[in-house]
């Protein structure tokens, strides 16, 4: 028991011992006033860790070195306006601080105009810059090897960095305001450092540059006005950028560079000539970004395995969303209006443009020299063009809406082969609905073109396949070939429209198992130059079937007889089915004794001098006998039009024999406009030299060494 005793009573005498020391302690912190005409230096001198040196109101001259930690140097009024320190040499910066655990607070500090700086951290952990006023400095605020500081709420006006970040990690730098500067905010060779809500403006160069700099968040900057790009990063990954706003910055708004795996999320790019750049840049994710009023919205070059997701980008001039020479990119959910090029791909490849909303722009969707991409669910209306393919090929095009444009749904011109068309929609278009020019063994599958001047149009296209499209009611043509052969053109609705399957000057092509109906002036039109073309099991149930002219050679009117349901119902295949809308038509009264569903006689094509052998019955009439008919008055019914020009110049239909009218026409070609040779950069491939190259401006070795510069 008298052991614990004792035990006790050390204890409480120890602790009171310590707390005795640690008052004593407390009580030696020191509050030092400096007065004007007294010098700063000297109160700083005579310091120890804890004290406080408060400087009242006036101007002071000099340079001033602090070595001693846990010190705070303020101004009495907390105001930087009345407190000014003015570099008494040039050669010094004005705080010179190794020491940790410092604040400076409410100064306005002058420095000396050479590469010296109003406040250098050299070595200086957990140290606080706040509320002070910078001027005329090379450097305002610098830190070098510096770690854990804080830089809150200061000026910085007409220097060239108002804030240096070399080699400090984990510093935070926040509600600054910085403008007339080179660069705003520079961090190199840096990680881990928060930049937030700071102001920039007005830098001849850049605002904010991260270069070699990691893991760091910029949050809710606003970076305008400056000269080259807002917000810069060169080798610098794993960053966040969130809620910043780059307003009017001269070439980019915020441009990456060899810097993989960075987030932008929720940021605003207004009026610049690049609103968000990457280059050679990937896996990084843009989300919730607004673009608007720039030259470009939102472009990556040569980078692969970026996300694009739920952007708002528009009424930038040249393109919204942009991918040059890049692999393996996501676009998606994206909401883009009013661009001259909605969703731009250039040299690029497998990559997957999923469900956007794109309105009222030039070309929707654009792919040029573009493979294995796929466009998937995209609502693309009210264009000039829905989706256009420029020597692009492999791609999957599949359940979009390409609609109620200004020109063409979908083209796929010069080229654009082994493309995969299913499930579009690409109607009420002004002019065509699906136009292929020079492009082949293409595949049109279940696509709907309604409502167009012409629904499909092939022109020196071969070797495509269209199947089960629904073509209707478009004003001149359903499905339009010219100058194009070795087609399939196969269960496709082609109704209700001026003609249904019109052929001029397209040979070798098989059209079969179609549905071509209630046509205005025919079903189906070939001209005297288009020759060995193969047409059986089509529905045919118009005034003029088939306006078949003279001079043409080889064209076959049914297959082999062979089994198999045809279109009419029957058990055998073998020609068309011949009806008119008032029931007269050839295959509404022809007898079938055997019931095969076929006719026992034969259907003579008018004055063509062409018979279809085995032409179908629409039912089977056992009582009546026509072994043979000459159907000479669907010559005479022909409409006037059908032997003229068409009489819509404006689209340019073709004549009876001059084909090449409907090829090329001078209003609907594209290549004065968009094609990337007269006007975009674009088109020298992945090669940046032509205008994407970040040499020919913006090297970086002639303003971003800091080697060369600083210390």
Not at 87 to 106: H, L, M, P, R
Not at 344 to 367: C, D, E, M, P
């Amino acid at each position: 028991m008298a052991w614990g005793i004792y035990i006790q009573r050390f204890i409480t005498l120890f602790l009171a011992l310590v707390i005795c020391t640690l008052s004593s302690g407390i009580g030696t912190a020191t509050e030092i006033i400096v007065q004007p005409g007294e010098s700063i230096q000297d109160a700083v001198n005579n310091t120890v860790q804890g004290d406080e040196v408060v400087v009242s109101p006036g101007s002071y001259t000099e340079n001033l070195r602090i070595t001693t930690g846990n010190l705070i140097i303020r101004s009495a009024s907390g105001d930087p306006e009345d407190t000014t320190i003015i570099a008494n040499s040039q050669y010094e910066d004005v705080f010179y601080v190794e020491a940790n655990n410092v604040k400076i607070t409410g100064f306005s500090i002058n420095g000396p105009g050479t590469d010296r700086a109003g406040v250098y951290l050299v070595r200086s952990s957990n140290c606080i810059i706040e509320n002070n006023r910078l001027a005329n400095g090379t450097l305002g605020i610098y830190l070098k090897q510096s770690n854990y500081n804080l830089i809150l709420n200061n000026t910085a006006v007409n220097g060239k960095r108002a804030i240096n970040i070399e080699r400090s990690n984990y510093n935070k730098a926040s509600g600054n305001t910085v403008s007339n500067q080179r660069f705003g905010i520079y961090s190199l060779f840096s990680e881990g450092n928060i930049l937030s809500d700071n102001t920039v403006s007005m830098s001849a160069d850049h605002g904010i540059v991260l270069e070699s700099s990691s893991n760091t968040s910029l949050e809710n900057n606003i970076v305008s006005s400056n000269g080259d790009y807002g917000i810069y990063l060169a080798s610098s990954g794993n960053s966040n950028l969130t809620g910043n706003t780059a307003d009017s910055n001269t070439v980019y708004g915020i441009y990456l560079k060899d810097s993989s795996g960075n987030n932008l999320v929720n940021n605003k790019v207004l009026n610049s000539s690049r609103g968000i750049f990457l280059l050679r840049t990937g896996d990084s994710m843009l989300s919730g970004n607004l673009a608007s009023n720039n030259e470009r919205g939102i472009q990556i070059t040569s980078a692969g395995n970026n996300n694009v997701l739920k952007n708002s980008v528009s009424d930038n001039s040249f393109s919204g969303i942009s991918l040059l020479n890049s692999t393996q990119c996501n676009i998606s959910e994206n909401i883009l209006s009013n661009n001259t090029i909605g969703i731009n791909l250039a040299f690029s490849s497998n990559g997957t443009v999923f469900n956007n909303t794109v309105q009222n722009g030039g070309r929707g969707i654009n792919l040029q020299d573009s493979n294995y991409n796929a466009l998937l669910n995209n609502n693309v209306v009210k264009n000039r063009y829905g989706a256009y393919l420029l020597r692009s090929g492999w791609n999957v095009l599949s359940n979009n809406d390409l609609s109620e444009g200004e020109d063409h749904g979908i083209v796929l011109e010069n080229s654009s082969n082994y493309n995969d068309l299913t499930g579009n929609i690409a109607s009420y278009n002004r002019a065509y609905g699906i136009y292929l020019k020079d492009s082949s063994n293409n595949n049109l599958n279940s696509n709907e073109a309604a409502g167009n001047n012409r629904g499909v149009f092939l022109t020196k296209s071969n070797g495509n396949t269209l199947l089960n499209n629904t073509i209707l009611d478009n004003s001149e043509y359903a499905i339009l070939l010219t100058y194009s052969s070795e087609n399939n053109i196969s269960e496709n609705d082609a109704s209700n429209s001026n003609r249904g399957i019109h052929l001029s000057t397209s040979s070798d092509n098989t059209i079969s198992g179609n549905n071509i109906a209630s046509n205005g002036v025919s079903g189906l039109y070939m001209t005297s130059t288009s020759n060995n073309n193969t047409v059986f099991n089509n529905y045919l149930n118009n005034n003029v079937n088939a306006n078949i002219k003279p001079a043409s050679f080889g064209n076959v009117w049914n297959t082999t007889k062979t089994s198999g349901t045809n279109i009419a119902g029957g058990p055998y295949i073998g020609g068309n089915l011949w009806a008119k809308p008032d029931g007269t038509g050839f295959s509404q009264t022809a007898t079938d004794a055997d019931g095969d569903g076929i006719a026992d006689g034969v259907y003579n094509i008018g004055t063509s001098g062409y018979t279809d052998y085995l032409p179908l019955v629409a039912v089977s009439k056992t009582e009546q006998s026509t072994p043979q008919v000459d159907v000479t008055e669907e010559q005479t019914e022909t409409p006037a039009e059908e032997s003229e020009t068409s009489t819509d110049d404006q689209i340019g239909a073709p004549t009876d024999e001059s084909e090449t009218s409907t090829d090329d026409r001078s209003e609907y070609d594209d290549q004065s406009e968009y094609d990337d040779q007269s006007g975009s950069d674009d088109q020298s491939g992945s090669d940046d030299q032509s205008g994407f190259d970040d040499q020919s401006g913006f090297d970086d070795q002639s303003g971003f060494d800091d080697q060369s510069e600083y210390r």
